[in-house]
């Protein structure tokens, strides 16, 4: 099968052409926040439900409860069908997709043995899950 | 209020945002936070938390249309994030201490400057195909679909554009915004790319950029999924409704709208700002 894009003169034995990558590339994205927000609906559903008469105000900052501000405990606390941390997860799961993303342009070129492109996506990656995983700026 | 009549009232004006953003190409993130704290009263922190969270959602949606069609450029996208990342972590530490009153007038100044970028008439360059030096090290010159081929280009002045893009990082953690403006502005006036590239390239950044700084802003409590949640799924909703319609609304009159309103909130944010009232 000839593929029309002349791009493919990049394709290598890993048979991961440059083409190929955008097209996972995109499909990983679109999955990824169609399920985040599939996520965060039926949270926000759970959570209309169960205090939709409650009183709210935004206007004061108190900063989130640990519960929704770990991974860990979001993850554990949507598990356990609390309706705020499934929410977050969805959140979560969002902010994780472009970073999923880059780990994943990260394999493609180590397939495509691109050493300067798979040292430049490796300070990204690691400098997102720095501020993913410890919070710290 | 109660929870469920400020979840709806939320979800109106996000999927508002959503659809004036789409339609006129300037992404909705940079109203999401002026409606949320000028209209809702909302503190600025939980503001930039949920706007980021929307801004990842619509980045990625429309990304992964274009990307599939070939105009982004993945490698020039890849290496200009080394700035943008770096730039929203600083920003995200920065935004600790700098106060609310500063950032309103901060705000105020990138919503002036949106409202002048959005009246200016595009203007297309030609592509350049003379090589450079950074760009022939890093391969950025690529191809991209005008219709009947793909038409090569290549990409000038990188040192100048990687600078500006850390200068767009700072500004998305801070103000929780996309930054897509300047990206744009770096990719098409300064490297010199197609301006078709220039534009999805910028959105294939945007989640990113976003992400860096939303992943520190979760540990740090900025994003409550009450709020959050309408507002995402609002701008979303707003975003697809307006790529849907794009062919048959009235852009100019639209851009002309929307330049209004980021007015109206430019001078509203500088002077919460200078009287302290934000």
């Known amino acids: 099968m000839s593929d029309p894009n002349p791009r493919d003169k990049n394709a290598h034995a890993s048979g991961w052409s440059d083409h190929a990558v955008e097209q996972f590339i995109g499909r990983l994205l679109q999955v990824g926040v169609l399920f985040a927000a599939l996520v965060a609906l039926v949270g926000g559903l759970f959570v209309l439900v169960q205090h939709g008469g409650a009183p709210v105000s935004y206007t004061v900052f108190r900063g ?13 606390g949507a598990f356990a069908l609390n309706s705020l941390a499934l929410v977050q997860l969805g959140l979560l ?7 999923a993303r880059v780990a994943f342009t990260l394999g493609a070129f180590a397939l495509q043995r691109d050493r300067t492109y798979v040292i430049v996506t490796t300070i990204v990656l690691v400098l997102l899950l720095y501020g993913f995983i410890y919070g710290k700026a | 209020m109660t929870t469920l009549t400020f979840a709806l009232l939320i979800a109106g004006g996000s999927v508002t945002a959503g659809m004036l953003g789409a339609l006129t190409g300037l992404g909705g993130g940079i109203i999401v936070v002026p409606m949320l704290t000028l209209l809702f009263h909302v ?3 939980y503001a930039i938390g949920a706007s980021l969270v929307s801004v990842i959602a619509t980045s990625s949606g429309a990304a992964a249309a274009y990307v599939r069609e070939g105009y982004t450029n993945v490698r020039v996208g890849i290496l200009l994030e080394v700035a943008t990342t770096v730039g929203a ?11 609310t009153s500063a950032l309103a007038v901060l705000f105020g100044c990138v919503l002036l400057f949106t409202a002048v970028r959005s009246m200016q008439p595009r203007t297309e360059h030609d592509v350049l195909t003379t090589p450079d030096k950074w760009a022939a090290r890093l391969r950025l010159d690529s191809t991209y679909p005008t219709g009947e081929r793909m038409q090569p280009y290549s990409v000038q002045r990188v ?21 897509g403006i300047i990206k744009v502005l770096a990719m098409d006036q300064m490297m010199r790319l197609p301006f078709k590239v220039s ?10 950029t976003a992400a860096a700084s939303a992943g520190v802003y979760l540990h740090r409590g900025y994003i409550d999924p009450v709020l959050s949640f309408p507002v995402m799924l609002g701008v979303l909703a707003g975003a697809l409704l307006g790529a849907r319609i794009l062919g048959r609304a009235n852009t100019k009159l639209l851009r002309q709208i929307f330049t209004v309103v980021v007015v109206v909130m430019a001078l509203e944010m500088l002077y919460k700002g200078f009287t302290g009232g934000l």
């Open chain 1, 64 to 76: 989130e409860p640990e519960l929704l501000r770990s991974i860990v405990s979001i993850v554990r």
């Open chain 2, 43 to 45: 503190d600025l922190r």
């Open chain 2, 89 to 99: 972590l600083v920003g995200a530490a920065l935004s600790g201490v700098i106060p």
């Open chain 1, 93 to 99: 799961l969002l902010i994780a997709t472009p970073i």
């Open chain 2, 199 to 208: 534009t999805t390239t910028s959105n294939f950044m945007i989640g990113v």
């Open chain 2, 159 to 179: 040192p100048a554009g990687f600078s500006l893009m850390f200068i767009a990082g700072i500004l998305s953690a801070l103000l929780g915004i996309g930054s």
